[in-house]
């Protein structure tokens, strides 16, 4: 089978193969030829979903670099959305993993990109984001926190540098082994919800946030490390949208009793 072709022969019709539903996020990427070559590290694995957060190089498209570099995965390069922010990028999406090297004190459950692959392939119902930082500062920290997991690449620790194109050629490897295996399996059986979305944890986490402002469990002039916290907890979870419902139905009673005092 020609590796830039998307094997979608064994799933069900009713299942969205992993090809469709996998989207690959830059953010404030400084070189067209990088852009240009993570399209190209995509196609030759199937996928086609780019979506640019304010790319430091504005015309990449006709950029002469970027256009030599995908190499033939022009219609992946032509076709990237460009967004203004990380929630435009990220809307649509249930699942969403940062990709560093560095590790946060806070940062969600570490992963490899194997473990990542195999999870969101077992898991038709997730649409996932991969998110890539900046080649020079990677991602800040208020985007990893954002993301469900975090992603890290095993590699040399003596010389664990791999440039975005390697890293995304590597997700991109992995996440089509997931599919082409054959893991898209339903997990388990019994209710399964559907997965909340990034945004709808967002605002769960804000509504969150004011009600243990307003029961002064949270000093919103020093929150220190509190909600960081919390986030991690919540994305070792897997948060279903009954359960995020919950959770804003917790905060909104809060709120409600704390303003009839």
């Keep these: 089978m020609n590796p830039t072709q998307t094997d979608t022969s064994s799933c069900s019709p009713h299942i969205r193969p992993l090809f469709t539903r996998l989207r690959f996020v830059l953010v404030e990427t400084s070189r067209a030829g990088n852009i240009g070559s993570v399209a190209r590290a995509m196609k030759t694995m199937g996928f086609t979903d780019l979506v640019l957060v304010a790319p430091k190089c504005a015309d990449f498209t006709h950029d002469s670099e970027a256009v030599a570099f995908a190499s033939g995965a022009g219609d992946v390069l032509t076709n990237a959305r460009v967004v203004a922010d990380i929630g435009a990028a990220l809307e649509g999406c249930n699942f969403a993993a940062a990709v560093s090297a560095r590790l946060r004190e ?5 992963w490899t990109p194997r473990a990542f692959a195999e999870h969101v392939g077992a898991a038709p119902e997730l649409h996932a984001a991969i998110v890539f930082g900046n080649e020079r500062v990677g991602l800040p920290n208020d985007i990893v926190e954002r993301c469900n997991v975090l992603i890290n690449i095993p590699a040399n620790p003596d010389y664990s540098s791999l440039n975005l194109s390697q890293a995304a050629q590597v997700l991109a490897y992995e996440a089509r082994m997931a599919s082409v295996d054959g893991a898209v ?29 307003a029961i002064g469990f949270l000093n919103a002039d020093n929150p220190k490390k509190l909600m960081p916290r919390i986030k991690r907890m919540f994305a070792r979870s897997g948060l279903e949208l009954e359960e995020v419902n919950i959770l804003r139905g917790i905060a909104r009673a809060i709120l409600k009793d704390e303003s009839a005092r």
Excluded: C, K, W
């Excluded at 806070?106 to 570490?110: A, K, L, Q, R």
């Excluded at 388990?188 to 009600?211: C, K, N, P, R, W």
């Design 106 to 110: 806070f940062s969600p459950p570490v």
């Design 185 to 213: 399996n339903m997990r388990g059986v019994g209710f399964q919800g559907d997965a909340a979305s990034v945004t709808q944890i967002d605002g769960m986490y804000a509504h969150l946030e004011q009600a243990l402002v």
